[in-house]
């Protein structure tokens, strides 16, 4: 019985089974994979890191501040769409850019019809002279 808690249940040691590998998956790809993951999240968190201070410090020329969050922003979008969701140029990712570009299409008309909603509401709206009743004599 002490024999068989050091093995699988089919009786392979555990040290030779990977643990949340796909068949054909060699341990370099997956430290390769590993080193990727761990770059982008390094990447992401100084991003981050410097989101917070240009925002919090008073070192920055002041109207720079938000050009350089929205610049921070995009880098920070680059980076997640590259080293998380694996989005590059190959042939093969073609379906993938499509559908990124199609989701930001999306994004792009319901903020954009939002805000012209938004817009034409306040523009068409009674004025708030008209609106105080506690005035009326």
Request: proline share 7%; aromatic share 6%.
């Amino acid at each position: 019985m002490a024999e068989t808690d050091h093995h699988a249940p089919d009786g392979i040691p555990h040290d030779a089974v990977p643990l949340d590998t796909a068949p054909g998956d060699s341990r370099e790809e997956l430290l390769a994979s590993l080193k990727v993951y761990i770059v982008g999240l390094a990447l992401a968190i100084l991003l981050t890191a410097t989101s917070f201070w240009a925002a919090s410090t008073h070192v920055l020329w002041p109207p720079g501040v938000p050009i350089g969050l929205a610049v921070l922003a995009v880098a920070q979008m680059g980076v997640h769409l590259v080293f998380f969701l694996h989005i590059t140029t190959g042939p093969d990712n073609t379906n993938n850019v499509l559908a990124l570009a199609f989701g930001v299409l999306i994004v792009f008309l319901v903020v954009a019809g939002s805000l012209w909603i938004m817009a034409n509401i306040s523009a068409n709206m009674m004025p708030l002279e008209m609106m105080d009743l506690h005035h009326q004599h």
